[in-house]
């Protein structure tokens, strides 16, 4: 998930739905105070044609892997084998939890009511290398009741899921299970769709498949995965460990741990903030996936994020603004 920008458009409606008070800094009374915003990115805010702006949602640049351990004997070299024509469903589920601080005001939890995308995806073509190219369409993005979470944040998530609901585009995985060139098809440029999810769409996809090392692996075997994501104007550092619990024939099963930060930046956002800062973000989580290597989903792919993101913002014509969000996702990637 794109967890930087997500927390910041929740934060704003936790914090909408506090009684007016003058004791934020820089909120105006009975005024939700606004995150920083790019055209047709934060807050959930639609991009399309009609903002001027064509969208293609970056996955980053292609990661770094490295073996830390070949594991035990017997070792052999992993590939996924992707067969042109071949068609899957895959279906993501997500949630997320948020404590948040803005000022000196106390703490609020805001709880999200949980979010399922169906996705159709099809082999279009196999290269001689082994690099699949795929085309893919959001069959189906819906927010799931939720007693728990606050009618204007299922509102919110609703308007939201509703804009990639029929997107369809394009990405290709090589056989070491690296996603690349993740595009939306350009007719879609004519709807209206929220650049955060359509993002979020392309990081299920990436974590869909395990990245694989080039060498030999066996059971224990360990590698990393370093990749550098920008999310909006904010640049993050990602480093998940793996490690092959279990390989039988073409199937496996692996252990993900995930760290991810962001150094101290500082960030240009035209509109209502003239200064952003990015003080601490810092992100730790736990997964696991079991899949096939000769196909696109998993039979499962879970983790559990906690993220910490501390944030300065200094309005053009108000006083400044400190926010706190301590965040805790669950998501669920599941095939047929």
């Known amino acids: 998930m794109r967890y930087l920008f997500f927390c910041v458009l929740l934060f704003g409606l936790a914090c909408s739905k506090s009684e007016p008070s003058t004791s934020s800094a820089g909120a105006t009374p009975g005024e939700a105070p606004t995150p920083p915003t790019e055209p047709g990115e934060a807050q959930g805010q639609p991009v399309g044609a009609s903002a001027g702006a064509a969208i293609e949602p970056s996955i980053g640049a292609p990661p770094s892997i490295t073996l830390v351990s070949p594991g035990a004997e017997p070792r052999r070299v992993l590939r996924w084998a992707f067969r042109q024509g071949s068609n899957e469903t895959m279906k993501v589920r997500s949630q997320m939890t948020m404590v948040a601080q803005m000022g000196i005001d106390g703490e609020r939890e805001t709880v999200t009511p949980p979010i399922v995308h169906t996705l159709a995806l099809e082999v279009r073509s196999v290269d001689a290398d082994g690099t699949a190219t795929v085309d893919f369409e959001v069959m189906n993005s819906k927010v799931l009741p939720d007693k728990e979470a606050a009618a204007s944040v299922r509102d919110k998530l609703e308007a939201a899921v509703s804009s990639i609901r029929g997107m369809t585009g394009t990405y290709r995985v ?8 993740f595009e939306i098809d350009k007719s879609a440029q004519g709807r209206q769709l929220d650049r955060s999810m359509a993002e979020a769409i392309g990081e299920f996809l990436h974590r869909s498949t395990a990245p694989v090392p080039k060498e030999a692996v066996g059971t224990g075997g360990t590698w990393t995965v370093e990749r550098r994501l920008t999310e909006g104007q904010i640049v993050t550092d990602q480093t998940s ?6 390989i039988d024939g073409s199937k496996i099963t692996v252990d993900i741990k995930t760290e991810k930060t962001a150094p101290f930046q500082e960030v240009g956002t035209p509109g209502t903030y003239g200064h952003y800062e990015v003080k601490l973000f810092a992100a730790k989580g736990e997964g696991k996936l079991e899949a096939d290597l000769g196909r696109l989903v998993p039979q499962l792919a879970a983790s559990n994020t906690d993220a910490e993101l501390k944030t300065f913002m200094q309005k053009k014509d108000g006083l400044p603004l400190s926010m706190d969000l301590v965040t ?3 998501e669920r990637i599941t095939g047929p």
């Open 174 to 181: 090589d056989a070491q299970g690296i996603v690349k060139d």
């Open 328 to 330: 805790n996702v669950r």
């Open 241 to 246: 460990r793996y490690e092959l619990r279990r």
